[in-house]
């Protein structure tokens, strides 16, 4: 099985700040990598997918890169509205989800 | 407008058995894989299963293979997860999510709003 290991595990950072998120892959996953946003109460969204692709709709104050087995997730200006849990997902095998990293404003 | 709307979560024995049912309008359904992903209280994301679009293809995680069997009816626009042999660890927001083309492994770009399944004696 293909685990997923995100970084850090929660956050807190200043209105305007840049904010990077790590998913490590325990194996090569190619770009098969897309990234969530999920607030409080509601369904997770799609913000990024194959890596480093903005899904429909999506700000470009978010952005992402990596493959393999190393991948990052930007905020370049976070907004209060930025609130959420952000998880990982590969799809190369099935699919896994990291443990996912909660931003707050500080 | 595309929808996703969940159904059949309840209260369950340990043991016992419950069929989840997705209903979804907006999109060719059968141009679209599809998954369930669960969501215990308070805790992460957990990709339970998936189909792809011809229904000749599936995947389980391995917490619920063996346990739980999915589904789908492309001429009634519906997705199922047949679930048996029910577990406390099963309790959780069962969400219904279409991926982003035809097969399962691949981004989910629509969800549902979930059913909650509990699992309690």
Redesign the interface.
């Given at each position: 099985?293909i685990q997923m290991t995100q970084s850090p595990s929660s956050l807190s950072a200043s209105v305007g700040e840049r904010i990077t998120i790590t998913c490590q892959a325990s194996q090569d996953i190619s770009d098969?990598l897309?990234w969530?946003q999920?607030k409080p109460g509601k369904?997770?969204?799609?913000l990024i997918?194959?890596a480093s692709n903005l899904?429909i709709g999506v700000s470009s104050r978010f952005s992402a890169s990596g493959s393999r087995t190393e991948f990052t997730f930007t905020i370049s200006s976070l907004q209060p509205e930025d609130t959420a849990?952000y998880?990982c997902?590969q799809?190369?095998?099935?699919?896994?989800?990291?443990?996912?990293t909660k931003v707050e404003i500080k | 407008e595309v929808h996703l709307v969940e159904s059949g979560g309840s209260v369950v024995r340990p043991g016992g058995s419950l069929r989840l049912s997705c209903v979804v309008s907006g999109f060719t359904f059968d141009d679209h894989g599809m998954s369930w992903v669960r969501q215990a209280p308070g805790k992460g994301l957990e990709w339970v299963s998936g189909i792809n679009w011809s229904a000749d293809d599936t995947g389980y995680a391995d917490s619920v293979k063996a346990r739980f069997t999915i589904s789908r009816d492309n001429a009634k626009n519906s997705l199922h997860l047949q679930m048996n042999s029910l577990r406390a660890e099963d309790t959780a927001l069962y969400y219904c999510v279409r991926n982003k083309d035809g097969s399962y492994e691949q981004a989910l770009d629509v969800w549902g709003q979930g059913t909650m399944v509990t699992v309690s004696s």
């Open positions: 099985d098969y897309n969530y999920q369904a997770p969204r799609l997918y194959d899904a849990t998880y997902q799809f190369e095998t099935l699919s896994t989800f990291g443990g996912g | -």
